[in-house]
């Protein structure tokens, strides 16, 4: 009689949700749009210039797990300094005269991340909420300054100049300001997935996970979330520039309000803090459920982040993409 082994049964692969091919659908998406909704191009720019900041505040915010109120200064850095840098009359001597958009843009990028060293190498080395509350504060202090400048337009604001063209792109154009904001959403996108795959994301979700043991294995926590919020401040700066060409008009109390930091955070933490695509699937949700809502709802983005923030709370912890995670594990499993 011979003994017969049993070998194991495979064990179901899941169905997973956060690869290459859910970010191919996505810029699918953003690529067909204009085809089938070419007259709601505002709509299109808005909506993608505010996923890309989602998913910017989701490098320090989901992958660092550093919960930041105060991107809206970020974005406001961005916004003010290329238009700052664009306008004749405001533009520093060191300069020489106006800077093209694209270069105030980069500097804008060099900037915020500079601010954001020095902003975190300060307060990342305390545990606990003191982040979160710098944050408000930072943003506080930026938006006085820039209501009290006269250099910055105080509370009126700024109103953007002619502009050279990008590429051939007339910049004041929705069907071009729709292939930058696109580019921008493919960027994060591309910087999110090349940091999932390095040692800086490892790292990243290590010190999320558990500082100490972080610390333990050589990983130095306050260095990696300082270089978290420089990358994340920097492409916050670049959407920024963008929102203001967009916007083409702008003042403090609109763009450096502590509600518009609010929005990209819910954006992210709605879609799935932590993921790739997460945040720009909860932007894209936020965008059509407030336009949907808009004409019957006088309060409509409150009353819309209330209940989703609510849902997904109770519902769903891990956000929309934590959702679609459980739904390919159980598919995997009935397979």
Request: glycine share 12%; charged share 10%.
């Amino acid at each position: 009689m011979t003994a017969t082994t049993t070998a194991p049964a495979a064990r179901p692969r899941a169905l997973t949700f956060g690869n290459m091919w859910l970010s191919a659908a996505l810029i699918a998406v953003i690529v067909l749009y204009p085809m089938f909704f070419g007259k709601a191009m505002n709509f299109g720019v808005s909506t993608l210039i505010f996923a890309g900041l989602a998913m910017s505040w989701n490098i320090l915010g989901g992958w660092a797990g550093q919960t930041s109120l105060g991107h809206a200064a970020l974005l406001g850095i961005g916004a003010y300094t290329m238009t700052l840098l664009a306008i004749p009359e405001r533009v520093p001597a060191i300069f020489g005269g106006p800077v093209a958009p694209w270069w105030g843009a980069l500097i804008a990028m060099v900037l915020a991340a500079l601010i954001a060293a020095v902003w975190g190498g300060l307060t990342f080395r305390l545990r606990g909420s003191y982040f979160t509350l710098s944050s408000i504060a930072v943003a506080l202090v930026i938006r006085l300054i820039a209501i009290n400048s006269e250099w910055t337009g105080g509370s009126e604001g700024l109103f953007m100049p002619d502009l050279p063209r990008f590429l051939g792109l007339d910049l004041f154009d929705r069907k071009a300001e729709y292939i930058l904001a696109a580019a921008f959403v493919v960027l994060t996108l591309g910087i999110t997935h090349a940091i999932r795959r390095s040692r800086l994301g490892y790292a990243l979700q290590a010190v999320r996970e558990d500082e100490d043991g972080a610390r333990a294995l050589g990983i130095d926590p306050t260095r990696m979330k300082v270089i978290a919020f420089m990358i994340s401040a920097a492409l916050t700066a670049l959407g920024g520039a963008l929102y203001g060409i967009y916007l083409q008009a702008f003042e403090p109390h609109t763009l450096l309000e502590l509600p518009i930091s609010v929005q990209i955070a819910l954006m992210a933490i709605i879609g799935g803090r932590g993921t790739i695509q997460g945040p720009a699937i909860g932007a894209i949700l936020l965008a059509v459920f407030g336009e949907i809502f808009r004409n019957v709802f006088a309060n409509a983005n409150l009353l819309i982040y209330g209940v989703l923030i609510l849902v997904v709370t109770l519902f769903a912890p891990n956000g929309v993409m934590g959702l679609f995670q459980r739904g390919g594990r159980k598919l995997g499993t009935a397979r």
